[in-house]
Each structure stands twice: as structure tokens, then as C-alpha cells.
Nanobody, 129 residues
Framework: VQLQASGGGLVQAGGSLRLSCVAS????????VAWFRQAPGKEGEGTSC????????YYTDSVKGRFTVSRDNANNTVYLQMNSLKSEDTAVYYC???????????????????????WGQGTQVTVSS
């Protein structure tokens, strides 16, 4: 049972990347999935989250309008499309999954403590200015 994040890399400011989070050993469609990031010297933060059905998505203010989270339950995968990247987006990005009841997702998704044990290994995103 694991999550594997991939798709990071080096990109110039203004460019795009698409991250993938693939689940193995379990069915991802029972889980809300969030993307967190950790930059050196900064606190980690939640960037986005998608509900189990994909019907609801949530973003932190700094990425709204630039990042899009989506899911392909048939392929057990969640994506994070990142456009108009900025140097401040440089971080290691992690995906995390949890069976959060729909009624609680909006108010809890960005708290990493909500995600008890399903975390991807992280993928480095570096944006050069």
C-alpha cells in the first residue's frame, strides 16, 4: 500500500509541470487526495486537495488560478497541473490520501495531521527565475 509522486523537475519561471500521484495496493477513489509542499527553511503547506469523487477541489490562495488538481480514478492517479510557475513554488511536493468524510474536507484538507499514513515520497520542483 503506497503512493508514488512523480513529475517534478527544473523549469523556468512562467513554465508548467504536471505532477502525478499513483496509488498501489489500494483503491484511491475512496480517498481525498491533497498535495503539500515543503521548501527549505519554510513551513510545509497544503497547496490543493480533491475530494473522493473529484467534484470538489480546494486550493491555497497562493496557487489559485495557476494550479489545477484532478483525478483519474480508473487509473488510480491524481494529478497536479502547475502553470505560471514562480520561484516561490520551488519545493518538494508530496501527495497524501485520507478517507476524509466529504462534510469535513473543506475545513480540514490543509492540515497534514489529517493524513495518517498515506504519503508519497516527494518530488522536487525547482523554478528558476
Amino acid at each position: 500500500v503506497q503512493l508514488q509522486a512523480s513529475g517534478g523537475g527544473l523549469v523556468q519561471a512562467g513554465g508548467s509541470l504536471r505532477l502525478s500521484c499513483v496509488a498501489s495496493g489500494f483503491t484511491l477513489d475512496n480517498y481525498a487526495v491533497a498535495w503539500f509542499r515543503q521548501a527549505p527553511g519554510k513551513e510545509g503547506e497544503g497547496t490543493s486537495c480533491i475530494s473522493r469523487s473529484g467534484g470538489s477541489t480546494y486550493y491555497t490562495d497562493s496557487v489559485k488560478g495557476r494550479f489545477t488538481v484532478s483525478r483519474d480514478n480508473a487509473n488510480n492517479t491524481v494529478y497536479l497541473q502547475m502553470n505560471s510557475l514562480k520561484s516561490e513554488d520551488t519545493a518538494v511536493y508530496y501527495c497524501a490520501a485520507e478517507r476524509i468524510p466529504s462534510v469535513f474536507v473543506q475545513t480540514t484538507w490543509s492540515n497534514p495531521r489529517v493524513y495518517t499514513n498515506l504519503w508519497g515520497q516527494g518530488t522536487q520542483v525547482t523554478v528558476s527565475s
